[in-house]
């Protein structure tokens, strides 16, 4: 089943799968709410869902919930332009079961159908890697003491060798704590680090 208002992507979609061996479009949708009506008629049929997010009326977010609802087993795949973080883990936690982009070849989409069918799930590698970069360890941002004093002479406008000589150490020292501040603020010049200062973000 696919649900998407493009009709040239539905199309494409529908050509595509029914010239490949082993699967089939039932039906193609421009619209959650037709295909919702519909699914109430026929929620015990086995099929694989394409649901794409921007639709008119309904988007397939809101959808989702409404969907699942009707058939909590059904296995809805999203394919969609958007990849921003909180929409793919609101797909998911709505009861998606896969996230596919639409730059995703059509082999490719045709691979997490056939995923899916098998009791697995598909992300595209660029989903993926949103999703692993979400749940990776965060790179601490704190501060030493001694850089935090440095940063304080910075943010006063003093120079590497007034910092230097108010804090009684070599200028050298100052530009290897500034580099290594940049480092872990992950930044690229005072500006930035002045900011972070005046935004309570050190």
């Avoid at 061996?21 to 039906?27: N, P, Q």
Wanted: net charge neutral.
């Amino acid at each position: 089943m696919i649900v998407e208002d493009d009709p040239v992507i539905s199309e494409s979609l529908v050509s595509f799968f029914d010239i490949n061996l082993g699967t089939k479009v039932i039906k193609a949708f421009q619209n959650a709410e037709d295909y919702i009506k519909w699914l109430k008629q026929h929620k015990d049929k086995e099929f694989i869902l394409l649901l794409d997010i921007q639709l008119p009326g309904k988007s397939g977010i809101e959808s989702l919930p409404l969907i699942k609802a009707i058939s909590p087993n059904l296995d809805v795949i999203i394919l969609t332009t958007f990849e921003e973080t909180d929409i793919i883990f609101k797909a998911l936690s709505f009861g998606a079961c896969s996230y596919v982009s639409k730059r995703t070849s059509l082999s490719k989409i045709k691979e997490a159908v056939e995923i899916v069918s098998e009791g697995g799930s598909y992300m595209s590698p660029a989903i993926a890697r949103k999703i692993a970069d979400f749940y990776a360890p965060k790179k601490s941002t704190t501060l030493t003491q001694r850089q935090l004093e440095i940063v304080e002479g910075i943010v006063n406008g003093k120079s590497y060798k007034m910092i230097a000589k108010d804090l009684f150490i070599s200028l050298d020292t100052v530009r290897s704590h500034i580099k290594n501040i940049y480092n872990t603020l992950e930044i690229n010049s005072k500006a930035e680090l002045i900011k972070k200062s005046f935004n309570n973000e050190l």
